[in-house]
């Protein structure tokens, strides 16, 4: 069968409003207080009711009064009393371009939009904000094969098909709408239509945008999703307005969200910073000249999906190359892994290396795969990191070298 692009539909097509439609609180009532537990940096949790939040910091009212607490000095906000909605079945993982999980009972969409059912919430995203869409329960061995496909480099949306045999095959192609339990996709100048009962899931293209919003807090619901945002507020409406950090805007009623995560939003990855110099190593000699920068060097791989646990986007190296960033301000340290991971069997050693202004901060020769070595590295605001990969052979058959969650803490 042919290949393509995705964009799921699956749910009702009534009209939505800018982000999303959201729990009802009536304007003109005051709304119920959300008992929360705050667990700060550097004292002692404690009890309280959430007031507001904004883009600076969080007002909590105690037994003494209202406190406010700059959102640097937050560690964690846990939401102690929830609404208790019954789980629906939401068979579907809508993965972001950010890594923000959203687990969805009906999507529908085309090339422009994708509208998501999770919860009681329909939110409204554009397409290209999308990463994949798993669309059932996988084993191990299809898990593997689902991840080595959404952290590929595409050029077109990947249909993937579940044959009956298990085995996971992509086809390439253009996805024209969904609708009915089914993808309408463009395929050698025909559309055909896939029943979802046949896939696997939807890998989308989309042009990774290198340099994202700092990541400000990690907001988990009910409804076991996770929502990387760059900023967040709260409203007169019993809602968190969310920024995330693919740039999209979305709003979560008070009543069903489980946590806010404020600990990461004080690191950066180096994979979704803006090189201010790239360079890749020519390792054939092709009689046309072809776009090795989009071929080879450093590229994004984005965040494997993992239930429960964060993870963020790594640099992959194919072949040799260096990438160079600049230190944003407030940042203090880098830390990460680097590992030698090729395609196949076949592989040669390679040189890796971190420098900071010019000088060497790490050194070492990759030789075995599956060995990941860590590092945590002091840096400075305006300095220039430049990750090097040097392979030995002139033609590095397989080579790749994975920068594990490159990142930079404050």
């Known amino acids: 069968m042919p290949g393509f692009v995705a964009i799921v539909q699956?749910?009702?097509?009534?009209?939505?409003?800018?982000?999303?439609?959201?729990?009802?609180?009536?304007?003109?009532?005051?709304?119920?207080?959300?008992?929360?537990?705050?667990?700060?940096?550097?004292?002692?949790?404690?009890?309280?009711?959430?007031?507001?939040?904004?883009?600076?910091?969080?007002?909590?009212?105690?037994?003494?009064?209202?406190?406010?607490?700059?959102?640097?000095?937050?560690?964690?906000?846990?939401?102690t009393s929830p609404l208790a909605a019954d789980q629906p079945d939401q068979p579907f993982r809508l993965t972001l371009i950010d890594g923000t999980q959203i687990h969805v009972s009906g999507l529908t969409g085309d090339s422009r939009q994708l509208r998501a059912q999770t919860g009681s919430q329909a939110i409204r995203l554009a397409t290209t904000a999308a990463l994949s869409a798993q669309l059932r329960e996988l084993n191990e061995s299809q898990t593997k094969t689902w991840q080595a496909i959404c952290?590929?480099?595409?050029?077109?949306?990947?249909?993937?098909?579940?044959?009956?045999?298990?085995?996971?095959?992509?086809i390439e192609g253009i996805i024209e709408g969904i609708a009915d339990g089914k993808v309408q996709f463009q395929y050698s100048g025909r559309t055909l239509e896939v029943p979802f009962s046949k896939l696997a899931g939807l890998r989308f293209f989309s042009k990774q945008t290198a340099d994202r919003e700092q990541l400000r807090a990690v907001v988990r619901d009910v409804y076991e999703n996770e929502w990387m945002t760059s900023g967040l507020r709260t409203d007169?409406?019993?809602?968190?307005?969310?920024?995330?950090q693919c740039g999209e805007d979305?709003?979560?009623?008070?009543?069903?969200?489980?946590?806010?995560?404020?600990?990461?939003?004080?690191?950066?990855?180096?994979?979704?910073?803006?090189?201010?110099?790239?360079?890749?190593?020519?390792?054939?000699?092709?009689?046309?000249?072809?776009?090795?920068?989009?071929?080879?060097?450093?590229?994004?791989?984005?965040?494997?999906?993992r239930p429960g646990k964060i993870s963020g986007p790594s640099l992959k190296f194919l072949g040799g190359g260096q990438a160079t960033y600049r230190i944003p301000d407030e940042f203090t340290r880098l830390e990460g892994s680097v590992e030698l991971r090729p395609q196949g069997d076949k592989y040669t050693p390679v040189r890796v290396?971190?420098?900071?202004?010019?000088?060497?901060?790490?050194?070492?020769?990759?030789?075995?795969?599956?060995?990941?070595?860590?590092?945590?590295?002091?840096?400075?605001?305006?300095?220039?990191?430049?990750?090097?990969?040097?392979?030995?052979?002139?033609?590095?058959?397989?080579?790749?070298?994975?920068?594990?969650?490159?990142?930079?803490?404050?």
């Open 10 to 79: 699956f749910f009702g097509t009534a009209p939505i409003h800018a982000g999303l439609l959201l729990g009802l609180a009536w304007p003109w009532q005051r709304p119920e207080p959300a008992a929360v537990e705050v667990i700060p940096a550097g004292r002692a949790p404690f009890t309280a009711e959430l007031e507001s939040i904004d883009q600076q910091q969080a007002v909590f009212k105690t037994a003494e009064g209202l406190e406010p607490v700059a959102l640097a000095d937050l560690r964690t906000v846990r939401f």
């Open 151 to 170: 952290q590929s480099v595409v050029s077109s949306d990947v249909l993937v098909v579940h044959q009956a045999s298990g085995v996971l095959t992509k």
């Open 236 to 244: 007169s409406n019993r809602q968190l307005q969310l920024q995330l």
């Open 250 to 305: 979305v709003a979560l009623d008070l009543r069903e969200l489980a946590s806010i995560d404020f600990s990461l939003g004080s690191l950066r990855y180096v994979a979704d910073m803006q090189p201010i110099e790239r360079r890749s190593q020519q390792i054939f000699d092709f009689p046309v000249e072809l776009p090795t920068r989009e071929l080879f060097g450093a590229q994004r791989v984005p965040a494997p999906s």
């Open 353 to 410: 290396q971190i420098q900071l202004e010019g000088k060497s901060l790490f050194d070492q020769r990759l030789t075995a795969t599956g060995k990941a070595t860590t590092f945590e590295f002091p840096v400075a605001a305006d300095q220039r990191l430049r990750l090097m990969v040097t392979p030995e052979a002139r033609v590095p058959t397989g080579d790749v070298v994975l920068w594990r969650e490159l990142r930079l803490l404050k």
